[in-house]
């Protein structure tokens, strides 16, 4: 069993209003490192990097996951995502590799044009850093983005990866790396954190089955449901900075922390008995599982559009809720309680 990863060991910024702060503070709080370096040895963009670069390669990203972008697809997601609950009609379905999975990979491909890579992303596991008795590998991922950028640069790399090769971000092309590092962020961000929310939410309709009956009635109360389930498990709890203090100084002597998401979305002075999951939390204090600032995912819609297909298709196959059979999974403390956060195994049942 592996300890804790290097970004679990750094000071953190800790609670809502700070991490808040600090996530909208840029200039002191930089992205300009290159984290998972025991799997890659090239920065995930946008995400690792500061203006001007990220906020070209911000601008190129967003239309790709524009709701006008996006809606095109949701018909197609709706379908794979009854497809594949369909097995819980007969008693038993097992969510992570069973559902999550294939919808994550399966919507991926149609987004980057690219269906020929489903069975190789799905071959990876939960995780993108593949699954070798608890090391990870970049591997695999890292050989699948090489033939994608150089299939974009001859132009048969699918819609994203042509668009990488040839169109200038703030006047020039990306070089391969920075291709590479567009490429493995929609992948891990895209595939492993919309798992977890998806075996997230059979996790906590299990566990609230008096919420069932409006749920299955009710868009408005999944939608509250799906955030409340964001907040609870905050799929990506935490992430890197280096803090260049008050007066923006030198990166490279200045000290990396870690932004705790998760404890901002469990902060008790903001959300009342925060291990709880409560369906009328005042909105006027959002959760920051997409994070916040310049940085907050350029992806949530599609998240937010997979997680309903599934929600919505698992109540129309067990409309009496389910149970939980087994699980394997990584749980937090949240004010005494233990939350999930994130998912091997789901497998569930109907009554
Ligand atoms: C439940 C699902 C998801 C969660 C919880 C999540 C969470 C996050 C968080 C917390 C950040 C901010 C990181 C930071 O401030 O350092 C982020 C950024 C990002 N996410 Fe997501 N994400 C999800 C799904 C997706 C999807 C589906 C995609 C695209 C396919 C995606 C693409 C990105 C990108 C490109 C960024 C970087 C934005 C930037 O640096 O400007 N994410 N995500």
């Known amino acids: 069993m592996s300890g804790p990863s290097r970004v679990e060991r750094l000071p953190r910024v800790t609670g809502y209003e700070s991490v808040r702060a600090a996530g909208r503070d840029f200039e002191r709080y930089s992205s300009l490192h290159q984290g998972d370096e025991d799997v890659r040895a090239y920065r995930q963009l946008p995400l690792e990097s500061d203006p001007p670069l990220h906020s070209a390669l911000r601008a190129f990203l967003v239309p790709f996951f524009s709701k006008g972008s996006l809606a095109p697809f949701q018909q197609g997601i709706e379908a794979d995502a009854r497809e594949l609950v369909a097995p819980l009609k007969l008693g038993e379905l097992e969510i992570v590799r069973g559902v999550g999975l294939p919808l994550v990979v399966r919507t991926i491909a149609r987004l980057l044009d690219r269906p020929s890579d489903i069975e190789e992303w799905v071959s990876w596991g939960p995780s993108v850093w593949g699954d070798h008795d ?141 291990a709880e999951l409560r369906l009328d939390r005042p909105a006027m204090s959002p959760h920051i599982a997409f994070g916040i600032g310049p940085h907050a995912c350029v992806g949530a819609p599609l998240a937010r559009m997979e997680a309903h297909a599934v929600l ?40």
């Open 134 to 274: 608890g090391r990870r590998d970049g591997a695999a991922l890292l050989a699948f983005l090489e033939r994608a950028v150089d299939e974009g640069a001859a132009g048969t790399g699918g819609r994203l990866f042509n668009l990488l090769a040839s169109t200038p971000i703030a006047g020039v092309l990306l070089t391969r790396d920075q291709q590479i590092g567009v490429g493995s962020l929609l992948l891990a961000g895209g595939r492993d954190t919309v798992m977890n929310l998806i075996a997230g939410i059979a996790w906590m309709v299990a566990a609230h089955p008096t919420h069932v009956a409006a749920l299955r009635g009710d868009p408005a109360v999944r939608t509250a449901f799906i955030e409340e389930t964001l907040r609870l498990t905050t799929p990506l709890g935490l992430m890197e900075r280096i803090d260049r203090g008050e007066s923006g100084g030198d990166p490279e002597q200045s000290p990396h922390v870690g932004l705790d998401f998760a404890s901002a979305n469990h902060d008790a002075t903001i959300f009342t008995c925060p």
């Open 312 to 351: 919505k298709a698992l109540l129309a196959h067990s409309p009496n809720g389910w149970s939980v059979q087994e699980h394997s999974a990584q749980f937090r403390s949240v004010d005494g309680a233990q939350v999930p956060s994130s998912f091997q195994r789901l497998v569930i049942a109907s009554p």
